[in-house]
């Protein structure tokens, strides 16, 4: 890949912007010019009046490995957190219904975008994990459009041991909408969706989303900013250095007993 070729390719066909993350080198890892790009192709669904929905989707066996721990750290800790904290909303604030298509690996802030879409169809390739723990962090950012979807039970379980788990899971605690069984029922799945989609007028997709967006649109509003300070904090932290550095390494971190 060149650095001209895009990390987000954008199509717009049958009134539905399809954005692909294509970023395989770091398994879409959301880099700077990554979520710059998905901002870019949202913006361009939202201005196009012809389109009903979008769909967020991925190339490769990655639909997002989380924050690109290469950024991780800089002269302001709270730029990655509240860059995450904007593209969630902006998928959230969105007049469009966005829809994730998901047949591969989702891990910690995939599972932020995940959250903020308004539908999510994942395949028989995809499993999730909340993976924070065990580098130090903790699902903070994430928890934005997160926590009033998922089933309270099994967001403590799953933010505490960073298990991973399949579809059908991710469908029972509401982290997804539907689990395909087949990749092929993947593809009838969200053509079921977008065919009903197409059938909505502009003003009442919008209005609709909005109204089952409200506790979401508040829990940014509530604790947006507290929780770029936590994340920030941690990542800073010499536990989460040392976290990184032991993925990165591919070892156990030094607490692992």
């Known amino acids: 890949m060149t650095s001209a070729e895009p990390l987000v390719r954008v199509t717009t066909a049958d009134a539905v912007t399809t954005l692909t993350l294509d970023s395989p080198h770091n398994r879409n890892a959301l880099s700077s010019r990554l979520m710059s790009e998905l901002h870019a192709g949202l913006a361009v669904a939202a201005a196009n009046q012809d389109v009903r929905a979008v769909v967020l989707t991925h190339t490769g066996k990655v639909f997002c490995a989380g924050a690109d721990l290469s950024e991780a750290t800089g002269a302001d800790p709270t730029v990655g957190p509240r860059g995450l904290v904007e593209l969630q909303k902006a998928i959230v604030d969105c007049t469009k219904p966005v829809i ?10 995939g599972l932020g975008l995940i ?23 903790a699902p903070a950012v994430i ?16 933010y505490l041991t960073g298990e991973v788990f399949d579809a059908a899971e991710a469908a029972r605690i509401g982290l997804i909408t539907q689990a395909a069984g087949s990749t092929e029922d993947t593809g009838v799945v969200l053509k079921g969706l977008l065919d009903a989609l197409r059938q909505g007028s502009p003003q009442g997709l919008a209005e609709s989303k909005r109204l089952a967006n409200a506790e979401v649109v508040r829990s940014f509003q509530r604790d947006a900013d507290e929780l770029v300070q936590l994340s920030a904090l941690l990542f800073g932290s010499a536990e ?14 030094a607490w692992v007993r």
């Open 100 to 109: 994730a298509v998901v047949d591969g690996h989702a891990r910690a802030g």
């Open 115 to 137: 959250g903020a879409a308004d539908l999510a169809v994942a395949g028989p390739a995809a499993t999730f994990a909340f993976t924070e723990v065990r580098l130090g962090l």
């Open 143 to 158: 928890s934005l459009p997160l926590r009033p979807k998922l089933e309270p039970r099994a967001a403590s379980r799953y």
């Open 240 to 253: 989460a250095q040392e976290g990184m550095r032991a993925f990165l390494e591919k070892r156990p971190a």
